[in-house]
């Protein structure tokens, strides 16, 4: 008789323990399920809106802000057809640079400041110009391994 009260309190503890494991790992199960949702929620409130952005099929992003595109000037130095994108890593800023003046421009080291919106600034980049003869043109590259596409405007001038 002790022997079977034996067995059966072995079986009910048994069946107590895997119950409550069964019950444990359903719990976090649905844990995990609820952080998995909250972060997908969390990341759907915080998308940023990139409104100076147009995406691609590739996941190429293109700055489309006007202001961004307005043709600057340096020193004789006419900046036009500013192109921005990010793509893999990289914001690339591309732009011709004209010498609207008589003499050749030497190499040029430049700072270009990206903005936001409200004029605050996102980046200072350095750059170099080439050199440029007197009426001629050249192209501007920059590139830098951060997300600068949503950019508004950008200054450009003389290290």
Same mark, same amino acid.
């Given at each position: 008789?002790?022997?079977?009260?034996?067995?059966?309190?072995?079986?009910?503890?048994?069946?107590?323990?895997?119950?409550?494991?069964?019950?444990?790992?359903?719990?976090?199960?649905?844990?995990?399920?609820?952080?998995?949702?909250?972060?997908?929620?969390?990341?759907?409130?915080?998308?940023?809106?990139?409104?100076?952005?147009?995406?691609?099929?590739?996941?190429?992003?293109?700055?489309?802000?006007?202001?961004?595109?307005?043709?600057?000037?340096?020193?004789?130095? /006419?900046?036009? $057809? #500013?192109?921005? %994108?990010?793509?893999?890593? !990289? =914001?690339? @800023?591309? &732009?011709?640079?004209?010498?609207?003046?008589?003499?050749?421009?030497?190499?040029?080291?430049?700072?270009?400041?990206?903005?936001? /919106?409200?004029? $605050? #600034?996102?980046? %200072?980049?350095?750059?170099? !110009? =080439?050199? @440029?003869? &007197?009426?001629?043109?050249?192209?501007?590259?920059?590139?830098?391994?951060?997300?600068?596409?949503?950019?508004?405007?950008?200054?450009?001038?003389?290290?």
């Amino acid at each position: 008789m002790k022997k079977n009260k034996k067995i059966i309190t072995t079986l009910v503890v048994t069946v107590i323990v895997i119950v409550g494991v069964i019950l444990i790992l359903e719990k976090l199960s649905n844990n995990q399920e609820n952080k998995g949702n909250q972060y997908k929620n969390d990341q759907e409130e915080n998308k940023i809106v990139e409104k100076y952005v147009k995406e691609l099929e590739d996941g190429t992003k293109i700055n489309i802000s006007n202001k961004l595109n307005e043709t600057k000037s340096l020193d004789g130095l /006419e900046i036009s $057809n #500013i192109q921005l %994108t990010y793509k893999n890593g !990289i =914001s690339v @800023i591309l &732009a011709d640079v004209r010498n609207t003046t008589n003499q050749d421009i030497e190499l040029t080291p430049i700072n270009l400041k990206l903005y936001d /919106e409200q004029g $605050n #600034i996102l980046e %200072t980049l350095d750059g170099l !110009i =080439s050199k @440029i003869k &007197a009426t001629e043109k050249t192209q501007l590259n920059i590139g830098v391994s951060n997300d600068f596409a949503n950019a508004y405007d950008f200054t450009i001038e003389k290290k």
